[in-house]
């Protein structure tokens, strides 16, 4: 039944033009000069995907607020506007009182600095310098000491030498404390992440460093004290084989869906060859499998489920080809098809994301370009099975306040719930009903899956 009304949906598809899954380009704006930043996230607590940019002409930091939850965007809110280079921004509640402030680095001087999101609504405070240091490569939030407020961890570099140190947030306000060392290491830390690597519900740091002929990939674990324990090697390129290869960039995602995430890399060679593999997560132990090829091509990337079949596909674009497409990760497994192209209409694309910007569940997605000024949103145009047969389950009340209730006419095996970027905010087993009462106002996306394996998915909508 399934399969008949698959082929039925696909020429229904065809015939009705939807031949391609991203609609066309939808312009946010072009506003904000040489736009290098496109980074979703609901700014002013209103239940809509918001985004947020930044300019390499005027080198201004600021947001466009969505105005309907349709993708119609209102004009340029500036956030800050120093003269600088926005090298990171994070969205975090560094004053511990609910809200979502932002942490950033910027350059020319090198500052870690945070605005304090002032009423939950998009109105931000005025400019906070935390610290100042020539050589700040990296900038994170953890609650390192384990007192229920965030403080910082940063990676510093002197002459090729490489810290990673901590600044206690001493007040839970935003105040910090002195530089505490946590790690001297030999090299210059090229990246980090914070990922619970060893599955014991702490933050471990994951990280590479700057070589030239024996790249590594490694991480240190988070002891639960303030300390950090000593590296332990995940991957290492030898030279004689590889030709002096160095990690460029990494990412931690799950890619064979077996619930692990498993870790990405990209390397590059003394020839300049580019290639990127993933190694699976073997136990969540901190163990990795062999390398496997992905492609060879200079694309940045990021992991999404865009087409919503429950497992990572990758997100790509070029910023030399003009180029925003999508692979398919074909079985579930790390197999990514060829390249579907989602657009060539941008000039020197600097940054592309998903989330769902018009409300309808589906991961859409949306892109800076700094040659042309474009800041644009691509709509997912995925039809999913359980918009068009006829629903095995019942969910009730939608909207709805707190409680929701599922009426199956099989047993269910899982209930999960993900927010419009994707991000999996709670999830049940066994369990008809789900309880949403403390999460925020906005659109959900709730999926049900049967003992059987039949999965359906609900949009809902949280009061």
């Known amino acids: 039944m399934k399969a008949k009304l698959l082929f039925t949906l696909l020429i229904l598809w065809t015939i009705s033009g939807f031949s391609q899954r991203f609609g066309e380009q939808q312009l946010i704006s072009t506003e904000t000069e040489k736009s290098y930043l496109s980074i979703p996230f609901d700014i002013d607590n209103d239940g809509f995907i918001d985004v947020l940019t930044a300019s ?3 080198y201004e930091l600021s947001w466009y607020k969505n105005l309907d939850g349709a993708g119609n965007f209102g004009s340029e809110n500036v956030i800050d ?3 600088a280079f926005y090298l990171s921004v994070e969205f975090v509640d560094l004053d511990n009182d609910g809200d979502k402030d932002i942490l950033y680095l910027r350059n020319n001087p090198r500052q870690v600095v945070w605005v304090e999101n002032l009423d939950g609504a998009g109105n931000f405070g005025a400019v906070q310098i935390v610290m100042e240091e020539d050589f700040i490569g990296n900038i994170k939030s953890i ?8 403080d910082l961890l940063a990676t510093l570099t002197d002459t090729f030498t490489g810290w ?3 600044y206690e947030n001493i007040d839970g306000q935003g ?7 946590l790690i001297d290491n030999p090299n210059e830390f090229a990246k980090i992440a914070l990922e619970d690597i060893d599955n014991d519900g702490l933050l471990d ?10 790249g590594k990939i490694f991480w240190h674990k988070n002891m639960g004290n303030g300390s950090l324990g000593p590296m332990q090697i995940i991957y290492q390129f030898n030279w004689a084989q590889s030709g002096g290869t160095n990690i460029v960039e990494f990412q931690y995602a799950d890619i064979n869906t077996d619930g ?3 870790l990405i890399i990209t390397s590059i060679d003394d020839n300049s060859f580019i290639n990127t593999y993933w190694l699976e997560n073997l136990d969540n132990q901190g163990n990795f499998g062999d390398l496997q090829f992905i492609m060879d091509t200079h694309d940045q990337y990021l992991f999404y489920d865009l087409d919503n079949d429950s497992d990572n596909d990758m997100l790509l674009w070029n910023r030399y080809a003009d180029k925003i497409s999508w692979k398919e990760n074909e079985d579930g497994q790390g197999t990514f098809g060829t390249p579907n192209i989602i657009t060539l209409a941008v000039d020197f694309v600097s940054d592309a994301k998903a989330a769902d910007f018009n409300g309808n569940g589906w991961l859409d997605i949306v892109s800076a370009s700094s040659g042309d000024n474009k800041l644009t949103w691509y709509t997912n145009n995925t039809l999913g099975i359980s918009e068009n047969e006829v629903s095995n389950y019942q969910v009730y009340p939608n909207p709805t306040n707190g409680l929701l209730y599922i009426k199956s006419k099989q047993p269910i095996s899982q209930v999960s719930v993900f ?6 905010v709670e999830t049940t087993s066994k369990n008809k009903q789900v309880d949403l009462s403390k999460t925020k106002s906005g659109v959900y996306l709730l999926q049900v899956e049967s003992d059987n394996g039949d999965l359906q998915t609900f949009k809902i909508v949280k009061k």
């Open 205 to 214: 740091i994951l990280a590479t460093e700057y070589v030239y002929s024996q």
């Open 143 to 150: 609650d390192m000491d384990n007192d229920g407020d965030l």
């Open 260 to 262: 692990k995430k498993d």
């Open 56 to 58: 390499g002409e005027t």
């Open 164 to 166: 990673i140190v901590w």
């Open 419 to 424: 927010n419009i970027l994707g991000q999996l």
């Open 175 to 181: 105040a910090f404390g002195p530089q505490a060392l």
């Open 81 to 83: 506007g120093t003269s």
